[in-house]
Nanobody, 122 residues
Framework: QVQLVESGGGLVQTGGSLRLSCTAS????????LGWFRQAPGKEREFLAA????????YRADSVRGRGTITRDGAKNTVYLNLRSVGGEAAAVYYC???????????????WGQGTQVTVSP
């Protein structure tokens, strides 16, 4: 059973940067790709980025390309999402999840963390 725990949320200023962490545990974690999503109030969950646990191949949504990176630290079983120059659209709950299907859609993920809240101040 894979378990995912997100951290790093909190208050960030408009134009600032944030770094979110997703620590994974479980015997089969290396079999998966891990993705990051966010969900703002009243909106659907939005794909941001994903990374292959073994090969490190990365995938990013247009909304974060050029402003966001996803990396992993195998020794720590942790995947990071870095976003810079954030705007109001970054205010959301951020989730990481393991993918068993399509990377770009919520339905392609089978295990989710609890999420971490990001608030953006003017």
């Amino acid at each position: 059973q894979v378990q995912l725990v997100e951290s790093g949320g909190g208050l960030v200023q408009t134009g600032g940067s944030l770094r979110l962490s997703c620590t994974a545990s479980g015997p089969t974690i290396s079999n998966y790709k891990l993705g990051w999503f966010r969900q703002a109030p009243g909106k659907e969950r939005e794909f941001l980025a994903a990374i292959g646990w073994s090969g490190g191949a990365t995938y990013r949504a247009d909304s974060v390309r050029g402003r966001g990176t996803i990396t992993r630290d195998g020794a720590k079983n942790t995947v990071y999402l870095n976003l810079r120059s954030v705007g109001g659209e970054a205010a959301a709950v951020y989730y990481c999840a393991t993918a068993e299907g399509s990377l770009y859609w919520e339905a392609g993920y089978n295990c989710w963390g609890q999420g971490t809240q990001v608030t953006v101040s003017p």
